[in-house]
């Protein structure tokens, strides 16, 4: 009876270890749950794209931290057209004694305006590093598609910034948007 206990518990821990890469490789395939991927055709937009100055957005930023950080955007909001190129700096403080690796995650209230919201520069895009005691000014590079429904007139954008463990995972791939 031990043994079967033993083995079923072994089997147990194996099957939870192995669903992480498996959850992975579902959510790499099917496009679920990757929100820090760069826009390859966000520069091209941007470029080729006509401002809409009959209409303005109000762009709200927010910052969240998950552990020992300082993060917070520079500006708390602006006001856009769509269509038009514009630039926010973010601030982040590694608040220990010690090197961390740490990721952020955009998300987007209405949640329609994520599909509208081209960013063409963001640290989101990567993990990143800071040294003890470190600061540093990241930039998002974003356009808003002039295509975005006419009721959306505010747009938030929060990050939630945390320490991951281990080396910096590789940049996310390049996903051409249509």
Same mark, same amino acid.
Not at 61 to 83: I, Q, T
Not at 101 to 106: H, S
Not at 132 to 145: L, R
């Given at each position: ?30 496009? $679920? ?17 006509? $401002? ?34 514009? !630039?926010? $700096? ?63 007139? !505010? ?8 320490? $991951? ?8 791939? !390049?996903?051409?948007?249509?």
């Amino acid at each position: 009876m031990l043994g079967k206990l033993v083995v079923v518990t072994a089997l147990m821990f194996g099957f939870g270890y192995a669903l992480v890469p498996l959850y992975r490789k579902i959510c790499e395939i099917t496009g $679920v749950n990757d929100l820090t991927q760069t826009d390859a055709g966000a520069a091209a937009f941007a470029k080729s794209t006509q $401002v809409d100055t009959s209409r303005t957005i109000t762009v709200e930023f927010d910052g969240n931290a998950r552990g020992p950080w300082r993060f917070k955007p520079v500006s708390n909001a602006l006001k856009v057209h769509p269509g038009e190129l514009t !630039t926010v $700096v973010y601030e982040i403080a590694n608040q220990q004694n010690r090197a961390m690796q740490a990721q952020a995650i955009p998300s987007y209230v209405p949640a329609v305006a994520m599909q509208y919201f081209r960013k063409i520069e963001c640290f989101c895009f990567k993990q990143q590093a800071l040294a003890p005691n470190e600061a540093k000014q990241f930039p998002v590079v974003f356009v808003i598609d002039p295509k975005i429904p006419k009721n959306v007139d !505010t747009i938030t954008l929060s990050y939630t910034f945390f320490e $991951v463990g281990g080396p910096p995972a590789a940049a996310a791939p !390049t996903v051409p948007r249509g």
